[in-house]
């Protein structure tokens, strides 16, 4: 590698990590209580740091217990989702798909109304939410075993499928809850938001997400070779299957994951990957990493929008709805899919 390709390559990383750190940082001083850019600071500081408080003590719960954490998961979120897109599209070989595509979403959100009904603790909704998620992927899977069919054609037809069928059970649980308590908390968490996010959400999430995005990450050059084809892939050594089942099965945990805390927000998964195509090519080797920033980045605007832009926060869902889908129209437009 010559010199000048070792500097932009050590650019484009310094870019790719100290973006999502910038954004992060000042995001801290968006909201409808305004801190000042020193006292985020010595708040953040202090928690490392001998510095003694000269702050008010809503101030720093402001700061640690309401944005820190909400950040924390926008990253999280916005990141994870767009990296399982990416890892979902070089599997299956399709620009089009998401996260979703196997269901994880409709299975989330059946997941997440059978906790509202039947339970009142906030963690039992992301229990069951995760469960539930990661059992549509599944039975997508039971449904392609047992056609007996190995293709890529084959499972998302099946994630078609299972969709439908949780889509259907969680109209039937929207028709049978109360609609003056049960039915508005079901709605507005398939709408997506992190207004609810507290600093242990993000801890359980990142246990499952941080190992399975290592994996993922380390098996980006593997997914390079699966994108090939699975007859191209077989003929250099690998076990398609297995790779291919391990890889959405890793896709699948961090996307349900970040579903569980944030509920449905849509878009990332499928429009973020393309844009990191754009800038850096189909390589996965840097795809992947690409796309884990720039979801990041793009989770933190959307989350500053939505609590600032009114007086009552919009839903994540929405927002990322209004950009993604006339984002998507223009790459189409302008034939700037990168998957070529």
């Not at 850019?37 to 640690?64: G, H």
Request: with cysteine; aromatic share 8%.
């Amino acid at each position: 590698m010559s010199v000048m390709g070792k500097e932009r390559r050590l650019i484009g990383g310094a870019v790719l990590l100290g973006l999502p750190i910038v954004l992060f940082l000042l995001s801290f001083l968006v909201g409808r209580y305004p801190v000042p850019p020193l006292t985020v600071i010595r708040i953040i500081a202090a928690q490392f740091l001998p510095i003694e408080p000269d702050w008010p003590p809503l101030v720093a719960s402001v700061v640690l217990d309401v944005r820190l954490p909400r950040l924390l998961a926008g990253m999280a979120v916005g990141g994870g989702l767009a990296l399982a897109g990416a890892c979902y599209q070089g599997v299956f070989r399709n620009p089009l798909v998401s996260p979703f595509t196997l269901g994880v979403s409709a299975g989330a959100g059946f997941g997440a109304a059978v906790a509202i009904l039947l339970f009142e603790q906030h963690y039992a909704t992301q229990a069951l939410a995760f469960v539930f998620g990661l059992a549509a992927v599944a039975l997508c899977f039971f449904m392609n075993r047992l056609y007996r069919a190995g293709s890529t054609l084959v499972l998302v037809l099946a994630g078609i499928i299972v969709s439908s069928l949780f889509t259907a059970l969680l109209s039937l649980l929207k028709y049978v809850a109360d609609p003056h308590s049960k039915l508005p908390v079901i709605e507005f968490w398939l709408l997506g938001s992190l207004s609810a996010v507290s600093m242990e959400d993000v801890v359980v999430v990142l246990i499952v997400m941080i190992p399975a995005s290592i994996l993922l990450l380390l098996l980006r050059w593997r997914i390079n070779i699966l994108s090939l084809g699975d007859e191209q892939a077989g003929i250099l050594g690998l076990e398609v299957g297995r790779l291919r089942f391990l890889i959405v099965l890793l896709a699948t945990l961090v996307a349900a994951s970040t579903v569980a805390i944030s509920g449905i927000i849509g878009w990332v998964g499928l429009v973020i990957p393309h844009f990191a195509r754009i800038l850096v090519g189909p390589d996965f080797r840097k795809l992947l990493p690409t796309t884990l920033s720039l979801g990041a980045c793009y989770l933190l605007l959307i989350d500053d929008i939505a609590r600032t832009v009114t007086a009552a926060e919009i839903p994540l869902g929405i927002l990322t709805a209004l950009v993604g889908a006339p984002a998507f129209m223009l790459l189409l437009r302008r034939g700037s899919l990168g998957w070529a």
